[in-house]
């Protein structure tokens, strides 16, 4: 199974900040044949689902804010908040769709400094 | 509007089933895959089952190998989770989630409001 470690676990960032949130797998997730990472990453706020934010690593979802950013290919990945604003405090997830058993990442939870 | 909602959780004793169902509007259970991911309470997300391919392609976590099933009933656009022999570590809100092809591996773009499953005696 592929397995997927975030970092930091937690994260505390000032409103307006920067909050960086990483992703590492333990196996290559990228497609040759189509070039693309098999990454997604989601926003889960308390009492609800959680809402795809990112997939193929840097592809936004319809909707989902120009704040959000993906980046990374192979093992790394990256999600990025560029200016942290209120309503974006809620655990991350990162999701390989890569194989099954399909796997996500422990979360990551970000709170306002 | 694409809306997927679960029914059939509750409190179940060690070794005893349940069957979940997830019941899907706004499109076509069976052009699409649907995928159960389940999170015990304060925990993270894990992935459990697929329905994929045309329907007759499945996959189950090992966790749940052998022990849960997955269904489809095409004239109700429903999707079923057939859960036997269950443990107290099976205790978890259960999502279901659409995925965007009908690929078994795609991402997950909509998802239940989620069902609670509790197991304990």
């Known amino acids: 199974d592929i397995v997927m470690t975030q970092s930091p676990d937690s994260l505390a960032v000032s409103l307006g900040e920067r909050a960086t949130i990483n992703c590492k797998s333990s196996q290559n997730v990228f497609y040759r044949s189509n070039n693309k990472n098999y990454l997604a990453w989601y926003q889960q706020k308390p009492g609800q689902p959680p809402q795809l934010l990112i997939y193929?690593?840097?592809t936004r979802e319809s909707g989902v804010p120009d704040r959000f950013s993906g980046s990374g290919s192979g093992t790394d990945f990256t999600l990025t908040i560029s200016s942290l604003q209120a309503e974006d405090v809620a655990v991350y997830y990162c999701h390989q769709y890569y194989s099954t058993p399909h796997t996500f990442g422990q979360g990551t939870k970000l709170e306002i400094k | 509007e694409v809306q997927l909602l679960e029914s059939g959780g509750g409190l179940v004793q060690p070794g005893g089933s349940l069957r979940l169902s997830c019941a899907a509007s706004?499109?076509?259970?069976?052009?699409?895959?649907i995928n159960w991911v389940r999170q015990p309470p304060g925990k993270g997300l894990e992935w459990v089952s697929n329905s994929c391919g045309t329907g007759d392609t499945t996959y189950y976590a090992d966790s749940v190998q052998g022990r849960f099933t997955i269904s489809r009933d095409d004239s109700k656009n429903t999707l079923y989770l057939q859960m036997n022999s269950l443990r107290g570590e099976d205790t978890a809100i259960y999502y279901c989630a659409k995925g965007d092809s009908t690929s078994c591996y795609t991402r997950l773009d909509y998802w239940g409001q989620g069902i609670m499953v509790t197991v304990s005696s």
């Open positions: 193929w690593a840097s």
């Open positions: 706004g499109f076509t259970l069976s052009t699409y895959a």
